[in-house]
């Protein structure tokens, strides 16, 4: 009989990395499993995993993320499903739905708020019998850098590929972009610095957001074991008014794509947002990068400025979301009362970028 229970990280870290090897076919490291599940400092001091085993053996997992979360003026602990995970050949057994069913009574009675996610196909269908709710559509905008090596990778024929990536090179990506205003000072920083501390001050108090403190910045971004990040600051007479986490990181296609992690503008202010973007796109334009993206499917007004002042495009556009499944966002209320009256089912009421997610 295969039991449902409770382990710490810690003492199962072998287990649950080769088990996310034998399920999902790739590696992780033992020190990146240590910096995502113990080191969190939204964790306690002693996190717990739920698994399901077969006497001795972890042949099932249903990990997740704690986050902080603001609910208007309110932090509150959140808890973002990720690396679900059965061994081959356990599947087909009911251990996702039994580890599921088990994570939502735990999660309840250690007072987790809320509970999300961002589940890939195989997985969707699972968390939406557990009462999770599709929030929106995780629409992603992007801009082309590199053309020829793009169409290269994606056609499979190299001199196809860069005669048409040589003419849209030459046509769309060197196209001039607009003049910004002169008093936005913009600044980049390899780590995290004292300038961001007023971060938290700039976000919209009226949504469910991210909880910026320091501490979870750097564990988040200084502290990955994996990729690389640089933080940009956008100032107004030495006043923070926009902030901004890029980085670039190699896809399984062989391409490199540059990616603005985060972002947070006051006011939604589109000058202090133009001028965020347009230091990472020439941040990010000198890694030799071939595409970069955000994702901004919270706030109308900014993504308007990314599509007509910088050109970028999305997936949602009639051309792209027949081609393209971006995935989405999904959530499921675990305390209603304590959610001050706020529905989480509704998308206006969340700001979501790629700081959410674990594989950014």
Not at 171 to 187: F, H, Q
């Amino acid at each position: 009989m295969i039991e449902i229970r409770v382990v710490k990280h810690e003492d199962e870290m072998e287990q649950l990395v080769e088990l996310f090897r034998l399920s999902f076919g790739r590696q992780v490291s033992e020190k990146f499993w240590e910096w995502k599940y113990i080191n969190n400092p939204s964790a306690s001091s002693l996190p717990e995993v739920i698994v399901a085993c077969d006497g001795g053996k972890i042949v099932g997992a249903r990990p997740f993320l704690p986050t902080e979360l603001w609910v208007q003026n309110e932090r509150i602990l959140a808890a973002q499903h990720c690396d679900t995970m059965v061994h081959p050949e356990f599947r087909n057994q009911g251990l996702f739905n039994r580890m599921g069913e088990y994570a939502l009574h735990y999660l309840k009675e250690h007072n987790y708020l809320l509970s999300y996610g961002f589940p890939g196909p195989m997985s969707r269908a699972g968390f939406l019998r557990q009462g999770y709710r599709v929030v929106v559509p995780t629409e992603i905008m992007f801009r082309p850098i590199n053309y020829q090596r793009i169409f290269s990778k994606k056609l499979k024929r190299d001199r196809l590929g860069k005669v048409l990536g040589y003419f849209c090179d030459k046509v769309i990506v060197n196209k001039k972009r607009p003049v910004l205003k002169a008093d936005i000072e913009v600044e980049i920083f390899d780590t995290y610095v004292q300038e961001l501390e007023a971060i938290d001050s700039l976000r919209k108090t009226t949504v469910i957001d991210y909880v910026r403190r320091e501490k979870n910045l750097r564990w988040r971004f200084d502290q990955h074991p994996d990729h690389k990040y640089k933080y940009i600051a956008a100032k107004i007479e030495g006043t923070l008014c926009g902030y901004a986490v890029i980085s670039v990181q190699e896809q399984t296609n062989g391409l490199y794509y540059g990616m603005i992690i985060d972002y947070l503008v006051k006011n939604e202010d589109p000058e202090c947002f133009g001028a965020l973007i347009e230091k990472a796109m020439d941040e990010l334009a000198k890694t030799g990068c071939d595409l970069m993206m955000l994702w901004v499917f919270s706030e109308s007004g900014l993504k308007e400025e990314l599509r007509l002042r910088f050109g970028f495009s999305s997936t949602s556009s009639f051309l792209y979301k027949r081609l393209i499944d971006p995935g989405y966002f999904e959530a499921l209320s675990l305390n209603d009362q304590a959610m001050r009256g706020v529905n989480i089912y509704d998308k206006n009421n969340w700001r979501i970028t790629h700081i959410y997610p674990d594989y950014a």
